[in-house]
């Protein structure tokens, strides 16, 4: 039989009661961090839907008791247009890293707060239309390599901004 001594048992320890609690924390603070993102977007008028992921591990009640049901999705889509949401405002919008569906059609966004887009890598539709977004803005979105559709209509963007974007973003449908 092997003989440990108590440093190594300590180790031991130490990593089996810090992993699953450093893992537990971890999951605990992107739900509190989407949660306030959700709530700031709901006090601005939007809406967003969460989406649930399949179980990769047993969802049983004591892991939904120790995590909480908001750590078993993600905000999927967010419905901001027509409301008074500012650039300010965004960096809420960027506290969702897994966002697919983004509407900003309509609000008062410029190219400022495309800024706090950057690193929606998921994100596969976005509206723009109806705002004083312009060329300089679209840099923000050159690397959403997942954006299938771009809405711009009615922006300040020019058919040069438009084909500069098409270079950086191939598949994507830009209207």
Known sequence: MPRYTLRTLLAIVFVLCIGPGGYVAFEQEIARSQRAAVGRIEQLGGIATHRTDPPLLVRTRWWRSVLGDDSFGY?????LNQTAVVDADLRHV?????LETLDLGDTRITDAGL??????TRLEELSLDH?????????NLKGLRNLRILWLEESRVTHDGIASLRQSLPHAQIH
């Open 94 to 98: 960027a506290r969702l890293p897994r």
């Open 115 to 120: 800024v706090h887009l950057r690193g929606l």
């Open 75 to 79: 905000t999927s889509r967010v419905w």
């Open 131 to 139: 705002t004083q977004i312009t060329d300089a803005g679209l840099a």
